[in-house]
């Protein structure tokens, strides 16, 4: 469990963090989204203990990092993988040495150095590339070589500071099945600071937006994309452009979790009209579908039974407001 708790960060008079409340429960993913300079590295150095906070506390099972020094922060501190954009290999070593240094440094003997590295690499599926270098390596084979050495000391928390920054998406998408795989498997909790909002969608349990050094809006991902005038919603699940099918009415839908694949059909049965769909967005976020769609209806059902309708199905239903229906005439009359 990765507990924050007030956490307040200043240099000389500019304060970068400002009483930043967050908890990661164990083998949970938890990602931190923000613009340029909101306070995201700032934020994981504090929980790898690089900075110490100026208030508040960080606490990784239990233990306040900043009460600690000396032998206890080293050891709290392997407690901690970290990987990094770009992942910051020694160019002169090779894959297998660049993994095998945190256990070198202390001083795990070699056989066993070795029995640990093969299993790593194994691990991040790089084995077959233990003897290259860096520079004869893919940016996405860097990030799992990265990955492999931030899990060297077996930490039980690992933190990505945007580790799939500026790969190609074949590539992030390997880097975020095996963090996943790390959560489920060895139930690593793991923190993920990026930018990108596919990364969120694709493996974080709980989204926390930071801005200026706060956080604006936190929560379950299934839970956020289901707020409606939420920001951190709208940037998760942007929606496409709308078509304009005359003579029906916009309506807003958001799905998260319990719904069934055929909920859109069910709900046309249900209210005795064909569904037209408009816009939608309809993901795979931590095993559950999350979505938004924007799908038109004949204007005369009636609100009531339409939000009604849809919540049984388990899905949240508002009107488009400030958006009449086209008239059919009307559009037959611009278009000819
Ligand atoms: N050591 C430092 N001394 C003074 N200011 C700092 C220091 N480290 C960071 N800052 C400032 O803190 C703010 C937040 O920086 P930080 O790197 O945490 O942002 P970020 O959200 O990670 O940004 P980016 O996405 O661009 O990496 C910036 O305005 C930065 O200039």
Redo the contacts with the bound molecule.
């Keep these: 469990m990765i507990e924050i708790s007030g956490l307040t960060k200043s ?2 008079s ?1 304060t ?1 963090l400002d009483g930043i409340d967050l908890q990661v429960p164990d083998g949970r993913i938890a990602a931190v989204v ?12 504090c929980v790898n203990a690089l900075e110490r906070p100026t208030s508040g506390s960080v606490t990784v099972h239990g233990q306040d990092l900043a009460a600690l020094s000396g032998k206890d922060l080293r050891r709290a501190r392997q407690q901690i993988g970290t990987v990094f954009q770009s992942a910051s290999l020694l160019r002169r070593l090779t894959a297998a040495q660049n993994v095998a240094l945190p256990l070198r440094h202390q001083g795990v003997a070699e056989p066993e150095v070795r029995r640990r590295v093969g299993e790593l690499l194994e691990r991040v599926d790089m084995l077959h590339r233990a003897n290259h270098y860096p520079s004869q390596l893919s940016g996405g084979q860097r990030q799992r070589i990265g990955i492999a050495r931030g899990l060297a000391l077996q930490p039980s928390v690992l933190l990505s ?2 580790a799939t920054s500026g790969l190609d998406p074949e590539s992030t998408r390997a880097i975020l099945a095996l963090l996943t795989e790390l959560r489920d498997d060895l139930g690593v909790t793991i923190l993920v ?1 990026t ?1 990108e909002m596919d990364v969120v969608r694709g493996i974080a349990d709980h989204v926390a937006q ?1 801005d200026h ?1 706060r956080i604006v809006e936190q929560g379950p991902v299934s839970d956020v994309v289901r707020r409606s005038d939420s920001p951190l919603a709208q940037a998760l699940l942007p929606m496409p452009p709308v078509l304009c099918v005359p003579g029906l009415r916009q309506w807003r839908l958001r799905l998260a979790g319990d719904v069934a694949p055929t909920w859109l059909s069910r709900a046309g049965a249900e209210l005795g009209v064909d569904v037209a769909v408009l816009a939608a967005l309809v993901e795979e976020s931590g095993a559950v579908p999350v979505g938004r769609l924007v799908v038109g209806l004949p204007p005369r059902l009636e609100d009531e039974v339409v939000v009604t309708t849809f919540r049984r199905l388990g899905v949240v239903a508002e009107p488009e407001v400030g958006v009449e229906p086209v008239p059919e005439r009307a559009s037959r009359e611009s278009a000819a």
Excluded: C, N, W
């Excluded at 923000?34 to 150095?45: D, E, F, N, W, Y």
């Design positions: 240099y000389g500019t970068v923000g613009p340029s300079g909101a306070g995201k590295s700032t934020l994981a150095r500071d945007e600071i930018h930071l050094g």
